[in-house]
């Protein structure tokens, strides 16, 4: 079982920095894929992120490529999301997500199949 508690989240001007964090709980942190999600009002769940085990690889949306940076650290059991160069489109609620057996460059299209969800930090981004 895994549990994941997102902070970070709060209101920022356009073109401003966030970075969100998600710690787990477990001590198998280090073998699970993680990701980031995101929920605007009236919009479907949208991926953000992803990043394998060991970081050797990760997975953005276009949306976010080149603006957000997804890392870890495994031996915090912490994973993180930089955000850079914010936009009014980027207000969403984010949720981190985890799971065992979906690698990061999968975990787009299985987002319904993830195992761990985290209950969200909101992030409000302003003109």
């Known amino acids: 079982q895994v549990q994941l508690v997102e902070s970070g989240g709060g209101l920022v001007q356009a073109g401003g920095s966030l970075r969100l964090s998600c710690a787990a709980s477990g001590r198998t942190f280090s073998t699970y894929s993680m990701g980031w999600f995101r929920h605007a009002p009236g919009k479907e769940r949208e991926f953000v992120a992803a990043?394998?085990?060991?970081?050797?690889?990760?997975n953005y949306a276009d949306s976010v490529k080149g603006r957000f940076t997804i890392s870890r650290d495994n031996a915090k059991s912490t994973v993180y999301l930089q955000m850079n160069s914010l936009k009014p489109e980027d207000t969403a609620v984010y949720y981190c997500a985890a799971d065992r057996y979906i690698i990061a460059q999968a975990m787009a299209v299985n987002s319904g199949n993830v195992h761990y969800w985290g209950k969200g930090t909101l992030v409000t981004v302003s003109t």
């Open positions: 990043i394998s085990s060991t970081s050797a690889s990760t």
